[in-house]
């Protein structure tokens, strides 16, 4: 099947301009009402306790690592505006236990008395710009676990970008509102790969996903990899196999999860060795080149911090910590959280993070007495995985590497944000699989939004345990539509 055959099958129609019409309505209500309802949100264009990790945590990760971020905003606060007290409950990063605010430290000796400055002024215009209670629970958040290219990427232009002699109010508008411009840029590339209809079914699935619109504006480059991963989905349905490894490559290298997309492209290979398709797998091993080389890149970019390649031992170390600590987080979305859920007899609803910590253990410890069924039913579905993936067009392979993602880790919710993209992805299958795709996830997200009415992170047990269902149905039926409706043989392509 070409390229522009499978686009044909699968669209649901550009020249249906009733259908565009109805996109277009849906994105401006999303957008214009559901997006404004945020509980706890101080603005959708600025949401300060949001900012703050990614700001201070990029701008200052030379001095303060993946670790230090709580311990020097505390140290900072003492020497301006003290709104955080000795007994405030602070997450230790190293352990991820709460303590006191006066039992974690600040490596001073790590900043000249000129950033040190920099950062008591930072601190200290962050925690202005919202009421004191706003930020009582905010140090018991993870920290922050962006990539050491993130942090020199952004850091240095946080650094040297000349928006920054803007005033207060420009500042916070402009530059924590970069999102939009990367989900722009997304939406854009979608629509010269595969037409208006299809970016318009993502636009509306990225501006409805738990309510993101709030969450798209009011952040500093969360979403800097998501267009990187609509150019590798792009690239790839072109056959320009280098291109697609190296914009996947550059997702990863931002945010290491898209990583897992390569495992579709794994799969592909190994069929076209099967059938012979030298062509197929030429493709495979020119993306994985290019994937290993540009993230190489990524990586030494990464070690020009004067951390050196050692910022990547300690991110890993962090990322190990917070990782396991996340298997049992209640509104974490993943294969190990749903089987944690289910194994524990702690069932328990909190109201903060600080309340669920014991929780969380409980469900971890439950996790691990049982393995053997973890690791069982993470096979299954990568077997599944494997299939769908063998039965589906070359160009439309990428789609399901969301049941690895499922199956591998533990992330939070904002993450799967990607499923925006599946209408896309998933452009070049049959028609009848390309609407139970569609169906399913627009479902899935509209239902989601409808539950959590823009905001995804509850500690109610129960509530959340919905969408984890949900999640979980909808990742094994996406796995299961390829073999439900299989393509005859000769529909492959060569």
């Known amino acids: 099947m070409s390229d522009e055959a499978g686009r044909q099958d699968a669209s649901p129609g550009d020249g249906r301009y009733s259908l565009s019409a109805i996109l277009v309505c849906l994105a401006v209500w999303l957008a214009l009402f ?5 509980p706890g949100y101080t603005s959708a264009f600025f949401e300060p306790r949001a900012v703050f990790h990614y700001y201070l945590g990029a701008k200052y990760f030379d001095e303060i690592g993946p670790f230090d971020l709580y311990g020097c905003v505390i140290a900072a606060d003492r020497e301006s505006d003290r709104i955080w007290r000795p007994d405030t409950p602070v997450r230790n990063l190293h352990t991820y236990v709460i303590v006191p605010a006066g039992l974690v430290f600040c490596p001073r000796e790590r900043f000249t008395p000129e950033r040190w400055m920099a950062f008591v002024r930072d601190v200290s215009w962050f925690t202005r710009q919202a009421t004191p209670a706003d930020w009582a629970l905010a140090l018991t958040d993870k920290g922050y676990n962006a990539t050491p290219f993130f942090s020199v990427v952004v850091g240095q232009t ?21 999102d939009f411009v990367f989900l722009a840029i997304a939406v854009w590339i979608v629509w010269r790969s595969a037409g208006r209809t299809v970016a318009l079914f993502t636009l509306v699935l990225a501006l409805g996903f738990f309510g993101s619109f709030g ?14 991963l609509t150019a590798a989905v792009a690239a790839w349905r072109m056959r320009r196999a280098a291109a697609s490894g190296a914009a996947l490559a550059i997702a990863t290298g931002f945010q290491m999860f898209p990583a897992l997309f390569a495992l579709p492209v794994v799969v592909v290979a190994l069929r076209s060795v099967v059938r012979g398709d030298r062509a197929g797998w030429t493709r495979a091993v020119v993306f994985s080149v290019s994937l290993a080389a540009v993230f190489g890149l990524c990586v030494a970019i990464g070690s020009t911090s004067p951390r050196g390649v050692d910022a990547w031992r300690v991110w890993r170390q962090k990322m190990e910590i917070h990782s396991a600590y996340l298997r049992g987080e209640v509104f974490d979305i993943g294969l190990s959280n749903v089987i944690a859920g289910a194994v524990s007899a702690d069932r328990a609803t909190s109201n903060s993070y ?6 969380s253990r409980a469900r971890q410890a439950a996790l691990e007495a049982h393995r053997r069924l973890w690791f069982s039913v993470s096979a299954l579905l990568i077997g599944l995985f494997v299939a769908a993936v063998w039965s589906v067009p070359e160009q439309a392979a990428l789609a399901f590497g969301f049941v690895p993602i ?37 479902v899935l997200l509209a239902v989601n939004l409808a539950i959590w009415n823009g905001s995804y992170i509850s500690f109610t047990y129960w509530w959340h345990a ?7 149905a909808f990742i094994v039926l996406l796995a299961l539509i390829p073999l439900l409706w299989r393509l005859p043989p000769e529909s492959h392509p060569a």
């Open 158 to 178: 946080i650094d040297r970008a000349t928006v920054l002699q803007l005033d207060a109010t420009r500042r916070s508008f402009v530059l924590f509102n970069v």
């Open 406 to 442: 499922y199956a591998l880790l533990a992330l939070s919710p904002y993450y799967y944000f990607a499923l925006a993209l599946l209408p896309f992805m998933a452009v070049g299958l049959p028609r009848v699989q390309y609407n139970a795709v569609i169906g399913a996830v627009a």
């Open 354 to 359: 600080e309340e669920d910590i014991p929780h």
């Open 34 to 38: 559901a997006g404004f309802q945020h």
């Open 466 to 472: 919905v969408t984890q269902l949900l999640m979980g």
């Open 215 to 228: 969450r798209i504006g009011g952040n500093l480059a969360q979403y800097v990899w998501f267009p990187c």
